[in-house]
């Protein structure tokens, strides 16, 4: 019998595996102020999970497109006129009913909705977890690749362009690694706490942190402890995982700004 | 050839035409400084230079291999986004701690390095930014107000500053200042912008020129005695524009 085969190593490896990718992720959407973007792109994932069940292809497939749709017109849209909040919120949760009503025509399929808005990350599988690693994987692998690229640009876009780069093409490259975190975290955490596991975390690392890569270190080290500590919550309690999780990353939070606080006054 | 150059250059925001028809050279040891009102197009032809701003017309050169230190006329650092100077000094590139530390005693703020760039003071702030521009090894140093926010000393020692730089490193220099007898004191030729280029030449020319007064009115007569000689020179382009409407507006 192969360590895999216990359903709870399963999951603390999925929930890992998604605190990898969004912890760094989540350092840019705290650093770019892009919270709600973050949450818009994780509500039009609903969307995208009705379509790939209706057109029977893989749900993850159907989440990433949906979701670096609707990323790419938030970043199309921005800077046209309209109010960045405005827009965020009414694309966010129009995605999100649009995504519901989807689901509600698919009779068919007998499918648990409140697996897709909370996660069911006690039910991740083998296959879940190839997908959710390779996912994870992609996205530090690009954030990696263009990280230099990636800070000068959030910093400040006319010193990228000095420096002889395109911001424009580091916000796509964003917006791509954004949409491969909300399509593996949804199993984990469900589209509704997404954003919660992209910027707890970073914002529990930031009082701690001198520099950006100590943020994203530290906000890894933070959503795996959150991630393991909500499992552990879970199991003890029988509350549901997904929300178990960011409980932790909540509560790590509240510590981490006593921490400051006492720093402050010191 | 020269460093840079910009051919009946354009550029309309928002359906508002900033620049038209400017025509710019830079060459290589040189030192313009591009004066003008607000709202002048200043900061816009500096951003067009790096690529930063599309243009609606006319067309830039680069030499090839042109390398660009840029300072920017402010940058706000979020203050979610931790960053030491050291940090900050190895982007886009990474840098050596040898470089970094000796860019930062050429700009006589040395040491800095583990400091957060949040708790520098406006002075230290704009050297680091110098600093980094320095660490790009540049045949063309752009500064873009690189004195706001600092006080009359604090900003004559940065413009020595810069000059010393130049002297040693050689790399042309191009400014934008609202300072204007600060920094018409340290340039080989002064251009002065207003949606096109009303004048330029060397500090003495413009500063007698009727579009320069226009532009500026005659408050600035005093500190720009030094310049007022009597000579004669003639401007090429048009200015039949309104200049007293800026006057009213400045």
Redesign the interface.
């Known amino acids: 019998m192969s360590l895999l085969d216990d359903f709870l190593i399963r999951a603390a490896l999925a929930g890992i595996g998604v605190a990898l990718a969004a912890a760094p992720m989540g350092c840019f959407v705290?650093?770019?102020?892009m919270a709600y973007f973050g949450d818009a792109t994780a509500h039009a994932a609903i969307l995208g999970v009705a379509l790939a069940l209706a057109l029977d292809i893989p749900v993850f497939g159907g989440a990433v497109a949906v979701a670096l749709v609707m990323a790419l017109t938030v970043s199309t849209l921005s800077g046209r006129g309209y109010s960045m909040d405005t827009l965020l919120g009414v694309l966010a949760h129009s995605a999100l009913a649009f995504g519901l009503v989807a689901v509600s025509f698919l009779t068919d399929v007998r499918i648990d909705l409140m697996a897709y808005l909370f996660g069911d990350i006690l039910a991740v599988g083998h296959a879940d977890l190839a997908v959710i690693w390779s996912g994870a994987l992609l996205v530090l692998v690009l954030l990696a690749w263009r990280w230099?690229?990636l800070?000068?640009a959030?910093?400040?876009?006319?010193?990228?362009?000095?420096?002889?780069?395109d911001p424009r093409r580091e916000q796509l490259i964003l917006t791509l690694a954004l949409a491969l975190v909300v399509a593996v975290a949804i199993k984990v955490v469900g589209v509704l706490l997404i954003a919660a596991m992209l910027l707890i975390p970073?914002?529990v690392a930031?009082p701690f942190?001198?520099?950006?890569?100590?943020?994203a270190i530290g906000a890894s080290v933070s959503a795996v402890i959150s991630v393991l500590g909500g499992l552990a919550l879970s199991l003890e309690y029988d509350t549901p995982a997904g929300p178990s999780i960011v409980c932790v990353a909540a509560a790590l939070f509240v510590l981490s700004s006593l921490f400051r606080g006492i720093g402050q006054r010191a | 050839m020269s460093l840079i150059s910009a051919e009946k250059l354009g550029v309309r925001l928002g359906g508002h035409e900033v620049l038209s028809g400017v025509d710019f050279a830079i060459e290589r040891g040189e030192i313009v400084t591009i004066v003008g009102p607000n709202g002048s197009g200043k900061s816009t032809f500096l951003r067009a230079l790096i690529g930063a701003q599309p243009l609606n017309s006319g067309r830039i050169v680069r030499a090839h291999g042109l390398r660009i230190g840029y300072v920017p006329q402010r940058l706000h650092i979020d203050p979610t986004l931790p960053m030491t100077v050291a940090r900050f000094l190895s982007l886009p590139r990474r840098r050596g701690a040898a470089d970094v530390s000796r860019a930062l005693e050429r700009v006589a703020v040395p040491h800095l390095e583990g400091r957060q760039m949040a708790d520098l003071s406006g002075g230290q702030f704009q050297r680091v930014l110098l600093a980094r521009a320095l660490l790009e090894a540049p045949d063309l140093l752009i500064l873009d107000e690189a004195t706001q926010g600092l006080d009359q000393p604090g900003s004559a020692a940065f413009y020595r500053l810069i000059e010393e730089l130049r002297q040693d490193l050689g790399c042309a220099v191009l400014m934008v200042s609202h300072e204007l007898h600060v920094v018409m004191a340290a340039s080989d030729r002064v251009i002065c912008l207003n949606g096109h280029v009303c004048c330029q030449g060397t500090p003495e020319i413009v500063a007698s020129a009727p579009e320069y007064r226009a532009l500026f009115g005659t408050g600035t007569q005093g500190a720009l005695a030094l310049y007022r000689h009597d000579h004669n020179h003639s401007h090429e382009g048009d200015c039949d524009h309104a200049h007293h409407r800026h006057e009213e507006e400045a």
Do not use: I, K
Request: glycine share 6%; charged share 20%; proline share 7%.
């Open positions: 705290v650093w770019r102020r230099q690229a800070l000068t959030t910093l400040n876009p006319d010193l990228a362009y000095a420096g002889g780069l970073a914002a930031r942190v001198r520099t950006p890569e100590q943020m």
